[in-house]
């Protein structure tokens, strides 16, 4: 079994402006169209059985209306293939009501985004939301590391996720990007082998340009020899496939991570096993 734990999509009617808006900030391409069905179907070309999409709430009042979706979307999931996180913004005073509701409708987890969401991850609003998250058994997937779109930010560097890690204790915290883009020398000395979940969206192979690269080191990502020593230091249990998608290719990046070098079982894990466990399927 292929679970892609980390994925986007988009409303059919905007997905397409969305996408060129986000390409050009972040200067890279898409490698799907950003809907439900152009999932889909690159879903089937790479022989991944499930995705979960990751929505993020950029302001206090988005959330009800994503959440809804996914609740939606999460009743036919293990038929259509598709499952969704709850969207939730540090602004929402009313986090306990609407974590709750997302627990009461089968939703598995949260999605959180520092950057995007322009708070500082050890701020208190998202520690308490987190700790009221853990105690509904919820997963809590967060952006960690710079965002190729914000140069700089620093919103979920591992400063800000260390307070976290030691202060809430998460149980099943998800720390995208291989623990955090580009700060992946602090990872595998700092966050390595501590009780939480990295997922490796957007960490291996390289950044196809949208447009010419801004600098030579924007297509570079983890090495491959780096990654190894992560998985083998962090735990390949606690690993977990993700794409990204649309911002990488799922075959792209399935074809990487079976050609570095891990055994079977460490391949079997962190392509779905882990994320099977994690979901209940």
């Not at 930010?153 to 955090?180: C, F, Q, S, W, Y």
Request: with cysteine; charged share 25%; aromatic share 8%.
């Amino acid at each position: 079994m292929v679970i892609d734990m980390h994925t986007h999509t988009f409303p059919e009617k905007i997905a397409g402006k969305v996408l060129d808006k986000l390409a050009t900030a972040a200067n890279s391409t898409y490698f799907a169209d950003g809907t439900n069905e152009g999932l889909r179907g690159a879903m089937d070309e790479a022989g991944v059985d499930y995705a979960v999409l990751m929505p993020v709430a950029t302001n206090s009042q988005q959330y009800e209306k994503i959440n809804k979706k996914a609740f939606i979307l999460n009743e036919q999931g293990e038929e259509n293939g598709l499952f969704s996180f709850a969207a939730i913004h540090p602004d929402n005073s009313n986090f306990k009501e609407i974590l709750n509701e997302a627990a009461r409708n089968g939703v598995k987890g949260i999605k959180l985004h520092p950057v995007y969401q322009e708070t500082e991850f050890d701020d208190i609003r998202y520690m308490r939301l987190i700790d009221y998250a853990c105690s509904l058994g919820l997963m809590i997937t967060v952006h960690a590391g710079y965002d190729v779109g914000y140069p700089g930010d620093r919103k979920a560097a591992p400063e800000h996720i260390l307070p976290v890690l030691n202060t809430v204790k998460p149980e099943k915290m998800i720390l995208a990007h291989m623990g955090g883009w580009r700060f992946w020398d602090e990872v595998e000395e700092q966050i390595a082998g501590r009780d939480v979940y990295l997922d490796t969206s957007y960490s291996l192979g390289r950044i196809t340009s949208y447009a010419a690269p801004r600098t030579p080191q924007d297509s570079a990502q983890m090495s491959r020899e780096q990654f190894l020593r992560i998985v083998k230091k962090h735990g390949a249990d606690k690993i977990l496939f993700g794409s990204d998608s649309p911002w990488s290719s799922q075959k792209t990046s399935l074809e990487d991570l079976e050609s570095i070098g891990l055994s079977d079982i460490e391949l079997s894990q962190i392509k779905g096993e882990n994320a099977r466990i994690l979901l209940g399927l």
